[in-house]
């Protein structure tokens, strides 16, 4: 069942919650909803109340101009606040960034795992981050959200194939590609908020893959040398697509 949660500025967030037990927030990266935790609930609720949400702009939750990432920290805190007032958070990509930065400010998460925040990638255009962000804007502007959506899988160093256009999951792609500059914004330039992060003062776990590129590693060590007692685990074999039944025991043993 679908339910809402008004956040700070009166955006309405949309989330499900499934299972029983202490309150885990899962909290997607770009191009991603509610529906892309289809697979990973189920692994999952056996052991923790999950709730899976659309953030702002995407699925059936609204959004309120302009964007801001304070705003989106406003709209998981709320979240939280529908959890019971403190929750774990499981946050993927730009999702971990976004967990992260939350807890920094001191949002009621009481465990964190990040899974591969996009910090110090190195597949990034010569170009100002602004820059590339407002290039995927003029193309979300302009009407043009498949072009949009291709600049930035090419962004990320990933192949694009115009095969990719007719696979059933385009469509989904299309739906959310105007808030891709939404995950710009939370990634920046890809440096590692250092100061920021070291606020943090809860158990938190980064985790990356042992076939993603050699950024995903290199990000999950610069952040565990700003978050005091942060631990690190890789995953062999995965990748940043990292497989549900993977990662999910990780979680479990995390959280438990």
Do not use: C
């Amino acid at each position: 069942m679908i339910e809402h949660q008004t956040s700070a500025d009166g955006t309405k967030i949309a989330f499900e919650r499934t299972g029983e037990g202490p309150a885990l927030i899962i909290i997607g990266g770009a191009l991603n909803s509610r529906r892309s935790a289809d697979m990973l609930v189920p692994l999952l609720a056996p052991h923790f109340t999950v709730y899976a949400y659309d953030r702002r702009g995407r699925g059936d939750s609204t959004d309120t101009p302009p964007y801001s990432s304070d705003r989106e920290i406003e709209d998981l805190t709320a979240l939280i606040d529908a959890a019971g007032g403190s929750a774990y958070t499981y946050g993927h990509s730009s999702g971990a960034i976004l967990a992260l930065e939350a807890a920094a400010t001191g949002a009621p998460i009481s465990k964190l795992a990040a899974y591969e925040p996009p910090y110090l990638t190195t597949q990034a255009p010569h170009e100002p981050w602004e820059a590339f962000r407002d290039r995927v804007q003029a193309a979300v502007d302009a009407g043009d959200r498949g072009a949009a959506v291709e600049l930035f899988i090419r962004h990320t160093g990933s192949d694009f194939d115009e095969g990719m256009t007719s696979m059933p999951w385009w469509p989904a792609l299309l739906g959310v590609a105007h808030t891709l500059p939404y995950d710009l914004t939370l990634t920046r330039d890809g440096s590692v908020p250092a100061d920021k992060l070291s606020a943090i003062q809860i158990p938190t776990l980064g985790i990356y893959g042992g076939a993603s590129p050699s950024w995903a590693g290199a990000a999950i060590n610069a952040v565990a040398a700003a978050v005091p007692g942060m631990k690190q685990e890789k995953l062999d074999g995965q990748n940043h697509a990292v497989a549900n039944e993977a990662v999910a025991p990780v979680l479990i043993n995390f959280f438990s």
